[in-house]
């Protein structure tokens, strides 16, 4: 009997999504109840409407799955010949119209207390680029980028031999209890004391992104020309990991966001550390770098900033992106190579590195494309000469270059 | 049997038709008009934080009015470079305590890196939504597009008071410049 | 035929009709030059069922890259060209037309008209969309890629793409305009070629939502049309409506474009609730319950279905008071849809039902669509949806509304209506097959979906962190079940046109309206004189 073999297929489709619905509760399943009030309130919020969802479900489906089963031709029933009761409609109208009531109210409350910005105390500005954050302390200037972590970066790649599951077992020092990381870890993280009320603003400089920290409960978009902001009250200190939630272009799966929450102390030392290491960059491109120097810093620059279009050996995507290896702009002009770097190529997804990119890294990054990939120009450019560029200094003299062999060249810029 | 032809149509194809034609091109229309109403709602509702723009007399007008002296709101200063060209954009002051009611002169700094001559127009966002109606502005750069030699440096004044009807649960108001290279250069 | 009174010709019994020639003309010319509505309608059926494969693939290429996290097959910029046009694809080109194809086969039969109103019109809007496909398509082998913006084109971020950004702002107008110049046929066949006695209220629930969907598409479609012709200009001609820098708003774009939108999604899915309406009562044997409520539920989803736009960008930054509004105004469309649901399970209620293929559809788009319109409801609380935005948790909530929801009720129809187009009944035990494997798979596909979005996947993504990678597999593995078990379909399907038992007029044993009282197959010429409708008829 067909209807036999359709009533054992029912049964066993169902037994196969109760055990699914069950699983709705465990922690990785589930939405994270987070660390602020509010990441809690949105939790029980999320949770009160799924069980209503759940019995509404329940109720329906019982009442159908009865009847398929006891209403059916084959047990000879007749039809009755109802078709109509206006009592029943509006019964099915209003029950429905109190339960939204009921679910609407608590809603409400939340999203109230999640749109007042009322006494907050500190602010950070968070600039989405094409593929990574800026962040701006607005109280100390502290300011740096942030993006995937360079192992992640190079594991991503397509046709990379790294073992995913090998390499990033979350360690049992730093990741502890905290699930997997890979593509969720970034080379600058985003620090913060606990038990303040933070202001993040977020704006855009290409396209649109969305800045999400599932655990704070907090997901904006940053819109180029606009100004949005949400606020956080971290209450438990802690790493928290989060992603860029609105398409954004070709890595937009690759530019997650970790907030590390800290005590006041350690967040105070943090951004003095932080300080004195931006004055550090400044040092750091004041002074003259060893050719091999730069070609090994400007290796791992590439690698996390150039390489996901470029391609592990430079050679680029036929059509879509263009070779490094070879390439006229990597062995011509270095003018053209440098200004191609720091302004990018407006139209086309070269985006404009001089404000990501530190002065030292822009020139090591130059100098490695110069002397790799069967590239062989011996050229080498000192962060100095950037940081003239940078500074509007007007400079006629074209960069000057040092041949390979004498690896301790100075610059030409004098 | 019964052999009734088609009633001949009560309307005919072509007034329906040609109705729906209206109709589908009066929503194409209907699709630009939400461009101005899109405007005037943000005007009402400081969607997308658009500020208001006042006369130098309706803003003295405004002063005149009681000022809430012992009310204090801080204003952020924000600036963001869109892609696309080299500058320096910063506001001079970061923040400054306000009176709400009063008339108060900020500035931004606006250089240009490169060799090129360019034009550059700078657009206002105002944070949160609630205060952007109150925000009122009675001069300012964005106002108009700005043209910068190569090389060369700009102080941009503005002008601003916020309305004193400001919601009493509004502490701090950010106010955020997006430097954009003008799509039209000349 | 007990039930139905109606009189009619079969064309046999009519020599001598001035104004039309009996029979197809032959060869291939008589699918280009056709002006016949049965014609067209299995033009369009047909184009959905290759589109449907089309799509289906790029599904499946975007389900093959995310079989195992790290980037293993596709570019992540094809990967996004991927998840644009697979959604182009299965929106603009399986669903909407396999519907107009419906309408087309089945109005003028339901509501005892000759043909479509406008035959030549018909033979147009079919034949655009084509061409429409062809040059969206041929973006993909063009230098700079096919669309990866995403289906909804959000500026600035669209305007990145290469040249071929044109020709694919040129196909989506002309889809448009197909989707148009259809539904303003429909409009006036419902209109006008009702025959004496057929009222509003005596025509069947598929005929009463398409109408409404017909409405929303005249209305909603310029709306976009117009939203696409900006995006062109911005970017061709200097205009600044999406763009801060000369004053504009990136934002704008997508309130006009949900403003569409969102109608869109009840547009994909009113003609559904039609076809559901019509295959209960006949398996259940009992006539709809509360067809009244049924089409004032139609109307008010519809109706309110143009100000709840906003709900898809609470994250954008809204005043509390536009929040507010729009989660109320969103909360609200679930009690016309709780409606309809109820409505069928009371249809259902002391009927004497069978299971067979349509019957088995129709009531798993019955479950599904109610899982997933119950994720909607989720969905619809602003603070929760505020963590479920852009995550897998949307996806999964979209795709049971329209996979299980919006694609099993065209396969239900196909089955339903199968016998009366080819005059031979389908393999009912293949039929069942397919629907209990697409099930099982279907399932297996998109339910781990929710775990993974609630989890912090986000959607539109080539790679993601191993935690998702379990559910991820088995996503992967209900794709390929799912994609592969619709072969299934197209060998019923070809089996049938082929031969088969023959089918009676009737069909079905409970079927009721006007389509069933014409011979199986359907003759070329239905009803060529009006059929008489006492107001006993049974008509739906």
Redesign the interface.
Known sequence: M??N??RW?LLS?ML??VP?GA??DWG?????QGVTE?SN??YT??MR??YI?CA??AA??G??IY??FV????KG?????????TT??IV??VV??II?IV??IP??R???K???????EM?I?V?GYQWRWHYEY?DSGVSFFSQLEPTHNQ????G?DID??ST?VPEAGNYQGE??????EVDNELVVPVGKKI?F?H?A????H?W?V?DL?????A???????NWALIEEPGIYR?????????????MPVVVRAVSQEEYDSWIAEKQSAMASVTEQSERQWAHQELVSVGEKVYQANCM?CHQAEGQG?P??FPAIAGSEVATGSIDLHVDTV???I?GS?M??F??VLSDADIAAVITYQRNAFGNSTGDTLQPAHIKSL?D?L?ISAPASVAALPDMNTTTGVN | MTDLPHDPPRRSHARVAGKMVCLAFAMFGFGYLMVPLYDIICDITGLNGKTGRLSIAEAQATQTEIVAEDRKVIVEFVASINQGGSWIFKPMEKTMTVTPGKMYHASYYAENLSDNAVVAQATPSVTPFAAAKYFNKTECFCFTRQAFEPKGSKDMPLTFIIDPDLPINVDRVTLSYTFFRSPNQS | MSSNDVTHHAPDDHAHHDHDEHGPAPGLMRWVTTTNHKDIGTLYLWFSLIMFFIGGAMALVIRAELFQPGIQIVDPMFFNSMTTLHAIVMIFGVVMPAFVGLANWMIPMMIGAPDMALPRLNNWSFWIMPFAFLIMLSTLFMDSGGPAGGWTLYPPLVLQMGDSFAFVIFAIHFMGISSVMGSINIVATIFNMRPPGMTFMKMPMFVWTWLITAYLLIATIPVFAGAVTMLLTDRYFGTSFFSAAGGGDPVMFQHIFWFFGHPEVYILILPAFGIVSSIIPTFARKELFGYDSMVYATASIAFLSFIVWAHHMFTTGMPLAGELFFMFSTMMISVPTGVKVFNWVATMWRGAMTFETPMLFAIGFVIMFTVGGLSGLMLAITPADIQYHDTYFVVAHFHYVLVPGAIYSLMAATYYWLPKWTGNMYDEKLGKMHFWISTIFVNVLFFPMHFVGLAGMPRRIPDYSLQFADWNMIATIGAFGFGFSQLMFVYIIVKCVRGGEKATGEVWEGARGLEWTVPSPAPYHTFETAPVIEPSTVTR
């Open positions: 067909t209807s073999v359709s297929a489709l196969l999504l699914l699983w709705a990785a399943l589930n939405m994270p509010i309130e949105v919020l999320h409407i799924f969802c509404i479900g329906v489906f009442v159908m009847s398929m209403h059916r031709k084959s029933v007749k039809p009755a010949t109802f078709h109509e009761s029943v409609e099915w109208t429905p119209l939204l679910m609407a809603a409400a939340v999203l109230i999640m749109e007042d910005f009322s006494d907050s602010s500005k600039t607005m594991a991503r790649q397509m990379s995913l599951q990033f699930g997997e990381i890979y593509l969720k202001r603003l704006t400089a290409d396209v649109i969305s999400w599932p409960a907090v997901k904006k978009d819109i180029p020309g606009f100004i949005n902001e989060g992603k860029c939630a609105e398409l954004c272009g070709r890595d937009h799966g690759f996901s995507i059509g879509m720091m302004n990018g407006e997804m985006s404009k001089s404000d940078r509007g007007d």
